[in-house]
């Protein structure tokens, strides 16, 4: 006999006049590892705030494990069995890595106090489990990196001892070995019984992992299936509701003669860019890769003006490139902007319309005598969502009422009002469905064929081989290697992102996923 | 060594401070160093030190409580009327004293936390309730506080040790102690650091707001209390100032007013650091009517000075965190 870990019947909730998720039923077996698929908007996140009891739907029930879930906060998911790791990282910055890791429920003495020691004991147990051994439990939080951040994050759903987890796009920022280890608890931890509800936009990681699926649309669900009944191409038409011809735009070849437009030599800043020189030409998406937190995104912000630099020198259109800040890069003849990595904390002001968000950065031309035109505004603002296709209600609207993927086109159309010289786009899919991916990407195509030149950093290797022309892997702050043409494949990619051969991390290429 | 980064950086400026501060005081003090001068100074210092405990909690979670003048001037008018007469008066009078404070802190955190002020806004209101019901329960400076009883706290032990000093150090040791092994504390850190995060993380943040608020109440309670033993009456205008040189003395000792990370020792360095400042320019012949336009430029530069690190830093994003 089956037991159901999680059962949903005729769970419905809306938003207002939008329909988040309607009739929702669903069964999830114990002891399965099932994947929940979709692209933004399309109900993943409200279904998962819903499983996890911070939100109340309509309509319908939630059982876990055959007992009612009331909605009325995590901790009642929690008393249930159900532990989270979520996207956005929920970790306490000025507490410790054992006090984030038993936050709710730490070890405690006979008389109620905290166990320091036994709290110190058991987060040194959990911290090996998922590879953070070398993490002292009494550093902050805060200063990990992003990377350690989201592995403490999964170590801290491990440490509940869940009965069903909840994986939310806990691989976004891990990089393969990390994820390889992750899938090897994972399927260790299911062996003796735990449920594990996986998120993510990684096709491979879910074929990988994934007993099952559950695909999502537009609110409903559209098909739940054993995961390996069907093709990568049918999952995708399922997600999109429409047929996706081919991953990434096709590349046009470089004229020789195409001039340089941002020329970096000998370049180092704070103590993450160290001597870093290269130059990207119009025209061209010059992939920025490497490992997380190998100093890509400082080398980007200095770039921005938003880090002094310590040594070396810019060159724009062959002439010397020092902004002050991010509004000098902006202000200029030609400007240099840059797509952030975090939207919501770096990109967008959450609470302000949609038009406000995204008329933020324009330049001049918009005010007369120090007031704004409303006329322009409005024009202007409705070109580009028309252009870049932002599905809204209205464009006063708070932009937080957005999914991830129109909020990411919003910041993106800030960049594009500008018309910039370069585009510094960092990880600008993050977090963001199938469909919007590939308009992301034939527009970044499309801005490189009318003659930006493109700076795109991404941690994902199929994107920088499949979007980029030329690709600059960083390592500790240095770039070890330059691919392109026939050498840009993932075995040098990862070769030169591990910083050449470091043995125990060599992996064989026979078995790395070849992108398609 | 790894104690150094940092975050432990703060205090131990603070505690530069303090030592300074102090070291030029009793070089200029007109009598020189003596047992009855030590006493002396730490006395006047007692009340600002508990003072500057109370608000650092309410800091630690984020948030600031501008009624620790307030609920100074109550507990401090309502010992006069009920710490006196046989020992079993004395101490329930204590008792009450100590639990009006925490009643009136527990009020602001209930505001905070079900009424959704804003902490600024709701203790500068409550704090003119507290001090409009200590001018109500003391018009005119008077009343009573045990002399025998206040003779004991106010005095020096061994010719060097203050008893109030020592009476801070192990209050302030035990509430720490407690805090840092107890969820409700954990939470005062986390509210102040990262509520959201905290919130998803199954902790109830809102009872360690309310705690918090009521740990500020209850010192200002003891800081009123002290200043009953120091005066031996009550007054109703007396706490006022406690505000404004709370917030003061804990910016002296490296608290960042931002929240979510800080030691109780800054504000006690802070209290006796700000002190001895108000008693060298004392001293140096500033006027006595002059304090307040020192104390205030006192607290910008202490400001300042805790941001100057944002100023040098070559993220220019940070620039105004």
């Known amino acids: 006999m089956t037991v159901n870990a999680i059962r949903l019947r005729g769970v419905g909730k809306s938003y207002g006049p939008t329909r988040a998720l309607s009739d929702v039923s669903l069964d999830i077996e114990a002891g399965t590892v099932h994947a929940i698929l979709g692209e933004n908007g399309a109900g993943k996140s409200t279904l998962i705030k819903i499983l996890t009891g911070v939100l109340a739907p309509d309509t319908g029930t939630v059982d876990l494990f055959d007992e009612r879930l009331d909605h009325d906060g995590p901790q009642a998911a929690e008393r249930l069995g159900l532990a989270t790791v979520f996207q956005e990282l929920s970790l306490v910055p000025h507490l410790s890595v054992e006090d984030n890791l038993f936050l709710s429920k730490p070890p405690r003495s006979k008389f109620g106090w905290i166990d320091l020691r036994r709290q110190r004991a058991e987060s040194r147990r959990w911290l090996d489990l998922v590879g953070l051994g070398d993490v002292h439990p009494g550093t902050h939080a805060g200063q990990l990196s992003l990377t350690q951040k989201q592995l403490l994050e999964i170590a801290k759903g491990f440490a509940r001892t869940p009965r069903i987890l909840l994986l939310d796009e806990a691989t976004a920022s891990l990089p393969g070995n990390d994820v390889d280890r992750l899938f090897k608890i994972i399927a260790d931890a299911r062996r003796e019984g735990l449920t594990v509800i996986y998120i993510s936009h990684r096709m491979s990681e879910i074929e990988r992992i994934a007993d099952r699926c559950s695909v999502l649309r537009n609110g409903q669900l559209i098909e739940t299936f054993p995961t390996h009944s069907r093709s990568h191409d049918e999952i995708c038409r399922m997600l999109a509701g429409r047929e996706i011809s081919q991953v990434f735009p096709p590349r046009h070849s470089l004229p020789t003669d195409a001039p340089v437009v941002l020329s970096v030599s000998g370049l180092s800043a704070v103590d993450k860019v160290k001597d870093i020189s290269f130059a990207v030409r119009r025209g061209e998406v010059l992939g920025i890769g490497g490992l997380e937190g190998q100093g890509q995104k400082e080398l980007l912000q200095t770039l921005y003006g938003a880090i002094r630099t310590a040594a070396g020198s810019v060159t724009l259109d062959g002439k010397p490139f020092n902004p002050t800040g991010p509004a000098a890069a902006i202000a200029g003849e030609r400007p240099v902007m840059l797509l952030p990595e975090d939207r919501k904390t770096e990109g967008l002001l959450l609470a302000e319309s949609i038009r406000d968000n995204m008329l933020l950065s324009v330049r001049g031309r918009l005010s007369r005598y120090g007031l704004r035109n409303q006329v322009a505004e409005v024009v202007r603002s409705g070109d580009m969502i028309r252009k870049l296709a932002i599905k809204i209600a209205s464009p006063e609207a708070p932009v937080s009422s957005l999914s991830g993927g129109n909020q990411q086109k919003v910041l993106l159309a800030r960049l594009l009002l500008n018309e910039p010289a370069v585009y510094i786009l960092m990880d600008p899919t993050r977090g963001i469905d199938v469909g919007t991916k590939q308009e992301i990407y034939a527009l970044i195509r499309d801005l490189a064929d009318r003659g930006a030149a493109v700076l795109f950093l991404t941690t994902d290797f199929e994107e920088l081989i499949g979007m980029c022309d030329r690709v600059l892997v960083l390592y500790g702050g240095a770039i070890t290697r330059e691919l392109q043409g026939e050498a840009l494949n993932e075995v040098n990619v990862m070769e030169a992102s591990l910083n050449m051969t470091r043995p125990e991390t060599i992996r064989n290429p026979a078995e790395m996923e070849i992108p398609t | ?321």
């Not at chain 2, 092994?181 to 905290?198: D, E, M, N, V, W």
């Open chain 2, 1 to 321: 060594m790894k104690i150094l980064t940092s975050r432990h950086m703060p205090v131990l400026l603070g505690a530069m401070v303090f030592v300074i501060v102090l070291a030029v005081y009793l070089a200029v003090h007109p009598r020189g160093i003596s047992s009855f001068v030590i006493q002396s100074y730490a006395n006047s210092a007692a009340p600002l030190a508990l003072a500057a405990l109370a608000q650092t909690f309410p800091v630690l979670t984020g948030g600031l409580d501008l009624s620790v003048g307030g609920m100074v001037a109550l507990t401090n008018a309502l010992a006069s009327e009920l710490v006196h007469g046989s020992p079993l008066e004395i101490a329930s009078g204590v008792l009450i004293v100590l639990s009006v404070g925490a009643l009136c802190g527990a009020l602001n955190g209930a505001l905070i936390v079900y009424g959704r002020l804003q902490p600024i806004i709701g203790t500068l209101a409550t704090g003119a309730v507290f001090s409009g019901l200590a001018l109500f329960i003391r018009p005119f400076p008077g009343g009573e506080v045990d002399a025998g009883f206040a003779y004991a706290m106010t005095s020096i032990l061994f010719g060097f040790l203050p008893v109030s000093t020592l009476m801070i150090a192990i209050i302030a040791a035990c509430t720490w102690a407690a805090i840092s092994r107890a969820s409700l504390g954990r939470g005062i850190f986390a509210a102040g650091s990262a509520p959201q995060a905290a919130r998803l993380s199954g902790l109830r943040i809102e009872r360690s707001i309310i705690a918090a608020y009521v740990l500020s109440g209850l010192f200002s309670a003891l800081a009123g209390l002290y200043l009953g033993f120091q005066t031996l009456s009550g007054d109703a205008t007396i706490g006022a100032p406690y505000t404004i040189n709370s917030i003061a003395a804990i910016v002296i000792g490296g608290l960042s007013l931002r929240g979510g990370a800080g030691s109780p020792l800054s504000a006690i360095f802070g209290a006796y650091a700000l002190r001895a400042i108000g008693a060298v320019l004392l001293f140096t012949g500033a006027p006595p009517l002059a304090q307040p336009l020192f104390e205030g430029m006192v607290l910008v530069t202490a400001v300042a000075a805790a941001s100057i690190a944002l100023v040098r830093d070559p993220n220019r994003l940070r620039a105004y965190q």
